[in-house]
């Protein structure tokens, strides 16, 4: 009677939990997105087919599915499946699924699965006590984490376990997600009601589903509109279609070339305010950093680099911050497109069939036999010069003439031109 009860209050609870958990898929075939661990013949998948997984860690944003592909590979597997929140659990918890997993395999030769969710919070010692257990296979441990492992994992547990590497959301997935949740919920929703959503999901499974919950109960018993999507999201929607898309990046990316920081702010914030990918927003800058700063201010890319690095760490809305900063460290450094240049005059000529001889001098003399042939001989090694710099040919002779790189006098730039023209002269 008691166990009859116990499947009625679950039954209950299930039918009363937010959509986002009514959706978790049961197996690896339900899953949405991911398609580079759980794809056909991808990694994950044939691991958990073969049932030859391994501990491991789930390693991504906040809503890209996690705890969802942990739960389908419970549902996927023939092992026992246990679930801890480093949150709550302790390592008294700890030692107590350690001891059933040994009863588990002792008496009926069955492994266990252990998903820890927020593993990062535990300590190093709640950590070390599951060495051993994962070490002598009594577990297979599944770490579920938005930090990056490698500074909150520690290094012998993180060495026994494959890494997972989880991404945002893609938009059809979203879509997919939304189409699902709205069946699961009996509803129907206007097209741009669904497109604005997905837009603004920022690639979180989570919080799309716990957006769209809200916008049905606010359009019981109709149609999901755009209105309720807005009312669900607490923001207005920003006319942003494909061409403002391409519009606003061009525009945010000649605000910074013409060295206006009022307007790349401005940019910046409509592309945030639209919901644009915030990686595709850094990845824009770091490519700016080199192609149209380069070494007038060799620290953008630096810049550039940090702000991408900070919104991984932090998410939005913080990494607003970074990426403001950046957007203003780049439209008001000094400008330079030649590193640019460079490469793609080089490219060009390689392209083009100027592949001239390495000279002598400069190959390779670290083998038997290389001085026989002449390779290394004559190379006069820099750092034995008082200034780290000799006059010596580098190009192949059929390139001698070609100046690929030439520094302007803006910035940092006008430094490197001065040494550049100096060595000239000496040489």
Same mark, same amino acid.
Request: overall charge negative.
């Given at each position: 009677m008691s166990d009859l009860f116990s499947a009625a209050a679950e039954d209950r609870l299930r039918q009363q939990a937010p959509l986002a958990a009514r959706l978790r898929p049961r197996t690896l075939d339900d899953v949405v997105g991911q398609e580079h661990l759980v794809g056909p013949n991808k990694p994950l998948r044939r691991l958990v087919e073969q049932d030859r997984l391994t501990s491991a860690i789930f390693w991504g944003p906040p809503g890209t599915g996690k705890t969802t592909l942990a739960l389908a590979v419970a549902g996927s597997t023939k092992r026992a499946f246990e679930q801890l929140s480093a949150v709550t659990a302790g390592v008294k918890d700890v030692r107590e699924v350690i001891e059933r997993a040994r009863h588990r395999l002792g008496e009926h030769g069955r492994g266990t699965i252990l998903f820890l969710d927020e593993i990062h919070r535990?300590?190093?010692?709640?950590? &070390?006590?599951?060495?051993p257990a994962v070490e002598d296979g009594t577990l297979t441990l599944i770490g579920a984490t938005t930090e990056n492992p490698f500074f909150e994992v520690n290094a012998p547990l993180r060495s026994r376990s494959t890494l997972f590497r989880l991404e945002p959301l893609r938009h059809d997935d979203i879509t997919t997600l939304i189409l699902r949740g709205l069946q699961a919920e009996g509803r129907e929703a206007d097209d741009d009601a669904v497109t604005y959503l997905a837009d603004r999901s920022g690639g979180d499974g989570r919080q799309v589903l716990t957006a769209l919950e809200v916008a049905c109960a606010l359009s019981?018993?109709?149609?999901?509109?755009?209105?309720? #999507?807005?009312? %669900? $999201?607490?923001?207005? %929607?920003?006319?942003?279609?494909?061409?403002?898309?391409?519009?606003? #990046?061009? @525009?945010?990316?000649?605000?910074?070339?013409g060295s206006d920081p009022q307007a790349s702010v401005y940019y910046l914030a409509r592309m945030l305010e639209a919901g644009e990918d915030a990686r595709f927003i850094a990845r824009r800058m770091i490519i700016f950093a080199s192609e149209d700063v380069g070494m007038a201010d060799p620290q953008s890319l630096l810049v550039a680099v940090a702000a991408?690095?900070?919104?991984?760490?932090?998410? $939005?809305?913080? @990494?607003?911050?970074? $990426?403001?900063?950046?957007?203003?460290? $780049?439209?008001? %450094?000094?400008?330079?497109?030649?590193? %640019?240049?460079?490469?793609?005059?080089?490219?060009?000529?390689?392209?083009?069939?100027? #592949?001239?001889?390495?000279?002598?001098?400069?190959? &390779? @003399?670290?083998?038997?036999?290389?001085?026989?042939?002449?390779?290394?001989?004559?190379?006069?090694?820099?750092?034995?010069?008082?200034?780290?710099? #000799? @006059?010596?040919?580098?190009l192949p002779t059929e390139q001698i003439d070609k100046r690929y790189y030439d520094p302007t006098v803006h910035g940092n730039e006008a430094r490197v031109a001065e040494r550049m023209a100096q060595r000239k002269e000496e040489s």
């Open positions: 535990f300590s190093k010692s709640q950590q &070390d006590a599951l060495l019981h018993p109709g149609r999901v509109s755009l209105e309720h #999507v807005e009312s %669900a $999201l607490g923001t207005s %929607a920003l006319r942003y279609g494909r061409d403002d898309h391409y519009d606003v #990046v061009s @525009a945010f990316i000649k605000s910074m070339r991408s690095q900070a919104l991984d760490h932090v998410g $939005l809305p913080e @990494a607003q911050l970074s $990426l403001s900063q950046a957007a203003i460290h $780049l439209a008001t %450094a000094p400008k330079s497109n030649r590193a %640019a240049l460079a490469i793609w005059n080089a490219r060009g000529d390689v392209q083009a069939g100027a #592949v001239g001889e390495v000279p002598p001098h400069l190959r &390779d @003399a670290h083998y038997q036999g290389a001085q026989v042939l002449g390779h290394g001989v004559g190379y006069d090694y820099p750092h034995d010069h008082p200034n780290g710099w #000799v @006059a010596q040919q580098y």
